[in-house]
């Protein structure tokens, strides 16, 4: 076995009669209403617990129980499926994500939209962990990191447009008929996925062993640290923004709207400009989005107490970590080319891992000592994160 990449089956050979960016567009569609299904609770946390009769923090958990789930399934679902068409797969992941959301839509109590929301985490999880292998099968290798940006634009889209339109749908709708309307977007990715996407053979190497054969990579598991301190580090003082910005003059409800959407803004162009990046300077982009993480959040620690030093910090901290997905997948690809199926799951799990440890850390520290240390130490993880992606050229 070499000592820097896991000896496997040669990578899957790419046919050029396949290519569709439409099929890439569709699994971006998908990304779109399951990122919108996941974060929907948040939105309309606080009407979904009155009507269940439960608090707030108990209606939260449905976020975190979709998350946990995810971090669990997402590695092994290729193994449990080596056999099946992986377009099968992905229409029965997208036709389960509808299937999640009307069931939260109807459920008579909460015990219900928790298992709905254990059931939606499966099928993010899969759908995450199958898009780079798909992908990888419907374009040239020398325009993944442009396919995955296409398909990772389904996430800011969904913070910066679904969930906003959500939680304003929710007063005049109520919570249900928004969950309705989330399974009505999906039913429209279903059949763009069913028209658009080609049959796309399992791996060879689908199984449990090669997974463990992945994981024993020194590089796979450099890769994989390396994320999980970006996206923990972020998480660490992201999550934390509210209270980092209530000393800023004058700011109110509208402010930090404006904030956030100016957040959401800048990740959306900032997941547009790593296509090139990714496929043309890789090592610059996982050195440059992580280092401009760092920036950010110390910028806002130590210099944001103005209206437009924090404006500039958070769209500077958007513009960063909407690169972030792309380039970690992409860095990904590269190291382990014929075991992508076992490296997006990996990474899916890696992500969910990073988001629970991260938050929890930016917690303890935001009450030991201060949402400004958080910021800074999250800043910098992921500084660290960016400097052993870029480590190692690939």
């Given at each position: 076995?070499?000592?820097t990449?896991?000896?496997?089956?040669?990578?899957?050979?790419?046919?050029?009669?396949?290519?569709?960016?439409?099929?890439?567009?569709?699994?971006?569609?998908?990304?779109?209403?399951l990122?919108?299904?996941?974060?929907?609770?948040?939105?309309?946390?606080?009407?979904?617990?009155?009507d269940?009769?439960?608090?707030?923090?108990?209606?939260?958990?449905?976020?975190?129980?979709?998350?946990?789930?995810?971090?669990?399934?997402?590695?092994?679902?290729?193994?449990?499926?080596?056999r099946?068409?992986?377009?099968?797969?992905?229409?029965?992941?997208?036709?389960?994500?509808?299937?999640?959301?009307?069931?939260?839509?109807?459920?008579?109590?909460?015990?219900?939209?928790?298992?709905?929301?254990?059931?939606?985490?499966?099928?993010?999880?899969?759908?995450?962990?199958?898009?780079?292998?798909?992908?990888?099968?419907?374009?040239p290798?020398?325009?993944?990191?442009?396919?995955?940006?296409?398909?990772?634009?389904?996430?800011?889209?969904?913070?910066?447009?679904?969930?906003?339109?959500?939680?304003?749908?929710?007063?005049?709708?109520?919570?249900?008929?928004?969950?309705?309307?989330?399974?009505?977007?999906?039913?429209?990715?279903?059949?763009?996925?069913?028209?658009?996407?080609?049959?796309?053979?399992?791996?060879?190497?689908?199984?449990?062993?090669?997974?463990w054969?992945?994981?024993?990579?020194?590089?796979?598991?450099?890769?994989?640290?390396?994320?999980?301190?970006?996206?923990?580090?972020?998480?660490?003082?992201?999550?934390?923004l509210?209270?980092?910005?209530?000393?800023?003059?004058?700011?109110?409800?509208?402010?930090?709207?404006?904030?956030?959407?100016?957040?959401?803004?800048?990740?959306?162009?900032?997941?547009?400009?790593?296509?090139?990046?990714?496929?043309?300077?890789?090592?610059?982009?996982?050195?440059?989005?992580?280092?401009?993480?760092?920036?950010?959040?110390?910028?806002?620690?130590?210099?944001?107490?103005?209206?437009?030093?924090?404006?500039?910090?958070?769209a500077?901290?958007?513009?960063?970590?909407?690169?972030?997905?792309?380039?970690?997948?992409?860095?990904?690809?590269?190291?382990?080319?014929?075991?992508?199926?076992?490296?997006?799951?990996?990474?899916?799990?890696?992500?969910?891992?990073?988001?629970?440890?991260?938050?929890?850390?930016?917690?303890?520290?935001?009450?030991?000592?201060?949402v400004?240390?958080?910021?800074?130490?999250?800043?910098?993880?992921?500084?660290?994160?960016?400097?052993?992606?870029?480590?190692?050229?690939?």
């Open positions: 076995m070499s000592a990449t896991p000896a496997s089956p040669p990578a899957p050979t790419y046919d050029a009669r396949r290519t569709s960016w439409w099929a890439v567009s569709s699994l971006g569609l998908g990304v779109f209403t990122v919108t299904a996941e974060f929907l609770p948040a939105s309309l946390l606080s009407r979904l617990a009155d269940l009769e439960v608090s707030e923090g108990v209606a939260g958990q449905t976020v975190t129980a979709t998350a946990v789930m995810g971090a669990l399934t997402a590695p092994t679902l290729a193994a449990l499926l080596p099946v068409d992986r377009r099968t797969v992905m229409l029965g992941l997208t036709g389960l994500s509808i299937v999640s959301n009307l069931l939260v839509a109807v459920a008579p109590g909460y015990i219900t939209v928790l298992l709905a929301r254990l059931l939606l985490g499966i099928t993010i999880a899969g759908f995450w962990a199958m898009a780079l292998a798909v992908a990888s099968q419907l374009v290798t020398e325009r993944l990191g442009r396919a995955m940006m296409a398909v990772n634009m389904g996430v800011p889209a969904a913070t910066v447009l679904a969930v906003p339109v959500g939680a304003y749908l929710g007063e005049i709708w109520g919570w249900r008929w928004v969950f309705v309307a989330a399974a009505g977007v999906g039913v429209v990715a279903l059949v763009a996925q069913a028209v658009t996407l080609p049959s796309v053979p399992p791996a060879a190497s689908a199984s449990l062993s090669t997974l054969g992945t994981l024993r990579s020194p590089l796979v598991v450099l890769g994989l640290l390396g994320t999980a301190l970006v996206a923990g580090g972020h998480f660490a003082g992201f999550t934390y509210r209270p980092a910005v209530e000393t800023v003059a004058g700011l109110g409800p509208e402010g930090l709207a404006v904030l956030l959407s100016a957040y959401g803004v800048a990740s959306f162009f900032g997941n547009l400009a790593t296509g090139y990046l990714a496929d043309r300077r890789l090592r610059l982009l996982v050195l440059l989005a992580p280092t401009l993480i760092g920036v950010a959040a110390v910028l806002l620690a130590l210099a944001g107490a103005t209206f437009d030093v924090a404006l500039t910090a958070v500077l901290w958007g513009l960063a970590f909407g690169a972030v997905p792309t380039a970690t997948q992409t860095w990904m690809a590269r190291v382990a080319p014929n075991r992508l199926e076992s490296i997006g799951g990996l990474l899916v799990a890696t992500f969910q891992v990073a988001i629970a440890l991260g938050a929890a850390v930016g917690g303890l520290l935001v009450d030991v000592a201060g400004h240390t958080a910021l800074v130490a999250g800043g910098l993880t992921a500084v660290f994160g960016g400097v052993l992606l870029g480590f190692r050229r690939v």
